[in-house]
């Protein structure tokens, strides 16, 4: 019905041309976090969703024929970059059979373009060292300041494929941002008391977050990207937790929680299960509910009062 009632708005302003300007935008992504951003920055003229979900790990989505025809009809997709996502969407996009979204094509989107790239390989990358970013560490989404980059950037694509709500979409994008800033006061504060601790992550995800609120990065539970520990990696990894006086383990819902159990009871320290995309846990919704929930529970972990100690 609305689509009618802006068809004939349309026809009697005389604007309308041909082709499906003026259709609301089905937008897909490979992140939750990513689709959260755009449905800030669409609002009512867009429907974003992700194919992978939170609790999903972003690297090993399976390239299911169900996801390519959930994007058939897609008029954008918004793709981490980075290679994140490098894995399974150049065998669900092709798959897809749709010419909007592929690369190359005006609906095709990086959503890294633009954003700072932390840990970009230096000399050659070998791809025997196992799955290790050679572009550059891809986890961004858990800097709420590149979320904001994201969201400039996506109001610019928007407007360009639909141009009639150009404006709608440049005060969304606003709205979000400053959204993004006093949020992100308020999180720093909360992680104030904090700096300089160091937590050990399952996989070098956390980079970003560790970098935006002066936290430390103490090696990775998983030996490389991939490979669980062996009992040997979690013995020495342990013994040299304690040396630093590391207190912290966080873990994807997609990770082996065993094993980050196994690391943090041998170091005597906490296991926090968190998401770092939306949707990975209850109460986290949107990119927001999700670093209120990431940043409390950390908060509350590295205070030794409360968090996820198992
Ligand atoms: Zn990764």
């Known amino acids: 019905m609305k689509s009618l009632i802006r068809f004939a708005l349309a026809s009697a302003a005389g ?7 003026l259709a609301d935008l089905k937008v897909a992504t490979s992140l939750t976090d990513l689709a959260s951003v755009a449905q800030w920055v669409g609002g009512k003229h867009v429907t974003a969703t992700s194919l992978c ?3 999903e790990d972003p690297h090993f989505v399976p390239a299911k024929p169900s996801l390519m025809k959930a994007i058939q009809h897609a008029d954008v997709f918004i793709s981490t970059g980075l290679e994140l996502d490098g894995g399974w969407l150049p065998l669900v996009l092709p798959g897809s059979r749709n010419p909007k979204i592929q690369p190359g094509a005006k609906g095709f989107v990086d959503a890294s373009e ?6 970009k390989p230096t000399g050659t990358v070998s791809r025997a060292e196992g799955d290790i ?3 550059g560490n891809p986890h961004y989404n858990l800097d709420p300041k590149a979320l904001e980059v994201v969201a400039d950037h ?3 694509v928007f407007s360009e494929l639909d141009a009639a709500n150009a404006a709608d ?3 969304n994008a606003k709205q979000f941002d400053e959204k993004i800033e006093a949020s992100l006061a308020k999180w720093q504060k909360q992680l104030e008391p904090y700096k300089g601790a160091a937590l050990l992550p399952y996989h070098r995800n956390f980079v970003y977050f560790a970098d935006r609120f002066g936290l430390k990065l103490f090696g990775t539970v ?3 990207p991939g490979i669980p520990p062996n009992p040997r990696y979690i013995s020495e990894l342990a013994g040299a937790m304690k040396k630093e006086g590391v207190k912290l383990v966080v873990y994807q819902p997609y990770y082996d929680a065993d094993a980050a159990n196994q690391v943090a009871k041998a ?6 299960e968190i998401a770092s995309e939306c949707g990975g846990l209850p109460g986290t919704d949107d990119v927001f509910s999700k670093f209120d929930t990431l940043v409390s529970s950390i908060a509350g972990a590295l205070s030794g009062k409360s968090g996820g100690a198992r």
């Open 15 to 21: 604007l309308l041309v041909a082709g499906p300007a």
């Open 169 to 171: 979409y440049a005060a």
């Open 154 to 156: 996506l109001a610019q």
């Open 53 to 55: 979900r939170g609790f």
């Open 133 to 135: 970013h050679p572009l």
């Open 267 to 272: 170091a005597g320290a906490v296991a926090l």
């Open 114 to 119: 633009g954003v700072e790239v932390l840990e």
């Open 222 to 224: 998983e030996p490389k």
